[in-house]
């Protein structure tokens, strides 16, 4: 088929399938379908929605159809995304099982964990969440102490993960987890997947300043996980471990790159108003205008390295420039709707503010600095690999 002919065609389905509703913009937290063991739709036209793409493989277009993805090109997948935004459509699904677990899969897990578990994410079958941080292990993500024995048949998990989104929410977990204590910190690591409903697994919820969190505590004691839940080779994670923090970082760096947020543009003609077909604040006019340039540079530099990672190139160390400069734009965006706002945009409860969403997000933007390795940690990185320049030490 012509991309000319695909392009038509999936301009068609989307007029015809998508429900008006699902191509309004994310709001709040709901707004997306993230799957699960017990899924909940938050209306009839999510659930619609979701049902139209997964019988047509479109849950998750790219990957492969042996594992319920719709195989489709890069050049196919760019013209997908183009009319996704064209209409302002939301993605079907979203989870970390496919923004992050999913690569790691499709590199380093072996067939029967792919056949099951990506199958299962297509299909919105399983939440995952993420068990990377430990309260001594954050910046210095080797330094794990969460230990696996080796119990024959299967491993023996004990520990604590924090920081683990939505681990209140999960059905599995990709965990780093300490297989060797003995030499270098990064040898003696193994990537498992766990079942949070294994007994001896539990969550705790924490509460950050926002008032509102995804984040939380999780407990391993005495986790009994299966040797089949094992990616890769035991004691050799830590490379799986970087390369599913690549696309982490691309994740948290793009965030609203999916085109289902409302633009700050738009925000600020709703917020101010305009005169003469200018924005009414001419003291936040050009830092809204700047703003705006900035991100669509951004978003066009992000494009070309998901063409060149589609036509074999890695990311890399580049994952740590998205996840940098996208924080910082996120950060400022809130930074900014808080300003056009005025008094208004420190509202914390009522219904004209949505219960304070813009000074909740002004608020949660700054752990965007922290989450997914620090920006200090990504400049280091950006330094040494990208930009070549010597070290101190």
Request: charged residues 25%.
């Amino acid at each position: 088929m012509s991309l000319e002919l695909f392009r038509k065609e999936t301009r068609e389905w989307l007029d015809a399938n998508c429900p008006q509703s699902m191509r309004q913009p994310i709001k709040k937290f709901d707004d997306r379908f993230w799957g699960g063991r017990n899924p909940k739709f938050a209306s009839e036209d999510q659930k619609i929605w979701f049902e139209r793409c997964l019988a047509k493989n479109w849950t998750v277009p790219y990957w492969p159809k042996e594992y319920g993805g719709g195989g489709l090109s890069k050049e196919e997948y760019k013209i997908y995304k183009e009319e996704m935004k064209r209409l302002g459509c939301r993605l079907p699904l979203f989870n970390f099982g496919i923004s992050m677990l999913g690569p790691a899969l499709l590199k380093f897990g072996n067939e029967a964990q792919k056949s099951h578990f990506l199958t299962k994410a297509t299909r919105g079958e399983l939440w995952w969440c993420q068990g990377y941080s430990e309260p001594g292990a954050g910046s210095d993500l080797a330094n794990i102490q969460t230990k696996a024995e080796d119990m024959g048949d299967h491993y023996l998990v004990n520990g604590q993960k924090v920081w683990t989104s939505y681990a209140d929410h999960a059905d599995w977990i990709f965990c780093l987890v300490r297989t060797n204590a003995e030499g270098r910190k990064q040898s003696g690591i193994s990537f498992l997947l766990i079942d949070m409903n294994a007994e001896g697994v539990s969550t705790q919820p924490i509460r950050l300043i926002s008032g509102k969190s995804p984040f939380c505590e999780t407990f391993f004691d005495n986790v009994k996980v299966p040797k089949e839940n094992l990616v890769g080779v035991e004691n050799q994670g830590w490379t799986i471990a970087k390369y599913l923090l690549t696309h982490e970082r691309e994740m948290i760096g793009s965030l609203g790159e999916d085109g289902q947020k409302v633009p700050l543009h738009k925000s600020a003609i709703e917020y101010v108003g305009t005169e003469n077909g200018k924005l009414k604040d001419s003291i936040l006019r050009p830092e809204v205008a700047r703003w705006s340039m900035n991100d669509t540079i951004f978003k066009m530099t992000l494009s070309r390295s998901m063409d060149e990672i589609k036509s074999g190139q890695s990311l890399g160390a580049k994952s740590s420039f998205f996840k940098y400069y996208g924080t910082e734009l996120n950060k400022e965006k809130y930074e900014l709707l808080m300003s056009l706002k005025g008094m208004e945009g420190g509202e914390w409860e009522g219904e004209n503010s949505n219960d304070g969403e813009i000074a909740r997000m002004f608020l949660r933007t700054k752990a965007n600095s922290i989450e997914g390795g620090t920006s200090e940690v990504q400049l280091n990185i950006i330094a040494k690999h990208i930009l070549g320049l010597p070290s101190i030490r």
